[in-house]
């Protein structure tokens, strides 16, 4: 095993198992990655610089170890540090003290722990950028190595047991907003469930300021601008299923209220097709949109629209909907097409 570089067996349903002492053979190991794998016990002592120089990639998330961070971490080389969300009875617990030693930390996930006692020293690590800690039982001060650190930009300190003043944070945390653009700095999630995922809360209030746009003005260009917002999120996030269930329930709000126009029609019917066909692009989504019960609430509002125009018009707003509805289309497109969709909007309602 000795030419081994990369382990990846994220989201298997092995029996529960422990880190094999085997896996000292494999000294070119660079990624070691098993969320969600129902891995057991300790984090094993072995898991150090002088066994494992060149690895960067520890991901060991949503699973039951237990007890410390070994001490053998001190020196390793790991850049990217997932051990969050543990579901063992017992959690991670004691001092993340070791954490000042490994200067080459780009982003640490220890949140949804036990973790306890005061945060150590982060004068070292230069270049960490996402730390997330939330959901422990830290003491102490923010120490000021960490609020002093330029290369910040995610920091998630809440539900702990912090004392003294509040942190201020530099400049850093103003990147923040711009991470949204790199789907590197984006995990996945359910919809709805937020995991150190405020990075994507600016693209996800973007693209329903558009399809609010679209429904207010009729424009068709903000109403392909919101189809293309939607393919963004479904590209860099996993979470993308709650935009998509949050503006048919916009939709269908409008439509209880007495709210129905064509401009709620285009904005929506465009931002879900061409949205849809988009996102059908990404191999991680495929046809979830026609198959996965999460869409089926998007699914319905957009029949839904397609229900006769007239019997919304007549039981809404009387019985001169077709020449209010025409004069609406007139607005909207172009002389030549504001014609023909006139036409054929009376051939099928009238």
Known sequence: MSQLASVEIDDNPFEPWEIPVSLKDASSLQNFSANNANVKG????????????????????FNNLEVV????F????????WLNGQKSDGKLTGSVEVLQNMTSLTEVWLHSNAFSGPLPSFEGLKDLEVLSLRDNSFTGVVPSSLVSLK??????????????????????????????????YISRSVAGSYDNEGVAIFVLLLTFYLFVKAVNTGSLSWS??????YFYMVSAWGGY??????????????????RYSLRLYVA???MYVLGMLLAMQIRFVGFQHVQSGEHMASMGVFFLLQMPYTFFQNVIHGSDAV???????ALWFPKGAANWQSRLHSWIFE
């Open 42 to 61: 300790k984090l094993p002592n072995f898991l150090g610089d002088d066994v494992f120089p060149v690895l960067t990639l520890l991901h060991l998330a």
């Open 69 to 72: 961070l070994p001490k053998s």
């Open 74 to 81: 001190s020196g390793l080389k790991v850049e990217s540090l």
């Open 151 to 184: 290369s910040l930009k995610v920091v998630n300190l809440t539900n702990n047991l912090f004392q003294g003043p509040v942190p201020g944070f530099g400049a850093g945390i103003v990147a923040t907003t711009l991470i949204a653009i790199c789907p590197g």
């Open 224 to 229: 392909l601008a919101s189809a293309f917002g």
């Open 241 to 258: 299923v709650f935009i998509i269930n949050l503006v048919p329930l916009y939709v269908l709000v409008l439509l209880v209220t007495g």
């Open 268 to 270: 929506y019917n465009c």
């Open 323 to 329: 020449e209010s509805a025409n004069k609406e289309i």
